[in-house]
C-alpha cells in the first residue's frame, strides 16, 4: 500500500512537534533524488532553518572494530541520562556497494535504539555520481529542528568521507586503540590532524597499562601538528567503552571545548565558514550534473575522453571542446 504524500506543512509540524515517525519520512524525503521530492525537501529545509542549529555536533571516527558503535552506545546513554536528546546519524562508505554494510547490522546500539531521547539513523554517503556530499548535513538539520540538541555523526575511519565529515561538525574526536608501537598507522596522519581528541578505547584489563602508554605517545605526537585555528589543544583520553569508564571525562572535555571556542568566538565562526563552504561543494556538484545532463556533453566527453587516452588531442583543448558542447550553439 502506497503512503499518503505528507505535505511540507504536515512534514514542518510533526518535525516541530519532535514526531520521530514524521522525522524519518522528512529525512526520506529529503535524502530522495526525485525531482518533485527535491523540490518539496527544499521547501522544508528553508522552512525549518530558523529551528536549527542549537545543538552540538560531533563527529567520531576510528577503524573497523575500534568499539565506535560501543563507544556510542555508552556515552550516548550516559548523554541522555545528562538530559541530552542525542541524534546519531552514521555514514557508511560501503553501504552503497554492498547494501548490507557493516554498520546496518541491527545488533549495533541495541540500548541507545531503544532509549526514547535517543534517535538512531543511518545515512549513506554520497551520490550516485560520485560525489561525496550525501545528505547527511541535511538529515542533521531536521533532527536539530526536532528538539535533538546533541548530533553524532560516525563514520568509519577508511580516509573517504573523514574530511566530509569534519566540516559539518563542532568537535571531530579520532576512536584509538592501544597497540604495540604501530599506533600512528593503522590511521592516515591527515584524519589525526583533524581530530580535536584521541580516544584510546578498550583501555581496560590487560590492555590498561598500553593504553596509558599510548596516551603519552599520541600526546606527543599531537604536539608536532600545526596550531588549531580553534585555540583548542587536542587531547587525548582514554576509556573503556566496555566497561563504561572515563566516558564522564570525554564529556567533560565537550564541555570544556564548547565554553572555550563560544567564548572565543571560534564556534559561530567555524559553522558559519562550514555553511559557506557547503554552499560551495553543493553549487559545484550541482553544476557538474546539470553538465552531464546534456546528452551532447555526454557524446562529446567520451570521444576526448578516448582522444587523450591515445595522446590524440592535448588534455586543455580536450576540456574546452567538451565545454563548448554545454553551450548552446550561437549563429
Ligand atoms: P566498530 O566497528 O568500531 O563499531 O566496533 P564495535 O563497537 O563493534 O566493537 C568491536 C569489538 O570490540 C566488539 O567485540 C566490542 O565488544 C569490543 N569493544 C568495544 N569497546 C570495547 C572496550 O572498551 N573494551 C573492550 N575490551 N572491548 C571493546
Partial sequence: MKRRKLSTQELI???????????????????????????????????????????????????????KSTFIESFGTLLTQQGK??????????????????????????????????????????STLGGVSGKTREVMLLCEAAGFDFIIIETVGVGQSETHV??????????MLAGAGDELQGIKKGIMEMADAVVINKADGDNLKAAKRAKAEYQNALHLFPANPSGWLPQVKTCSSLDRNGLDGVFEMLQKFEQQVQANGYFNKNRSDQQVSWFKENLNELLKISFFKKPEVRTLYEQKLKEVQEGKTPALNAAHEVLGAFWPATE
Fill in 13 to 67: 509540524d510533526g518535525i516541530r512537534s519532535g514526531n520521530r515517525i514524521v522525522l524519518s519520512r522528512a529525512i526520506t524525503l529529503v535524502e530522495s533524488q526525485r525531482e518533485e521530492d527535491i523540490q518539496q525537501a527544499e521547501q522544508l529545509l528553508e522552512a525549518i532553518l530558523p529551528l536549527t542549529g542549537q545543538s552540538f555536533r560531533l563527529g567520531i571516527t576510528g577503524v573497523p572494530g575500534v568499539g
Fill in 166 to 175: 569534519r566540516g559539518m561538525v563542532d568537535f571531530f574526536l579520532l576512536l
Fill in 85 to 126: 536528546k542525542l541524534a546519531v546519524l552514521t555514514i557508511d562508505p560501503s553501504s552503497q556497494r554492498t547494501r548490507g554494510s557493516i554498520l546496518g547490522d541491527k545488533t549495533r546500539m541495541e540500548e541507545l535504539s531503544r532509549n526514547p531521547n535517543a534517535f538512531i539513523r543511518p545515512s549513506a554517503s554520497g
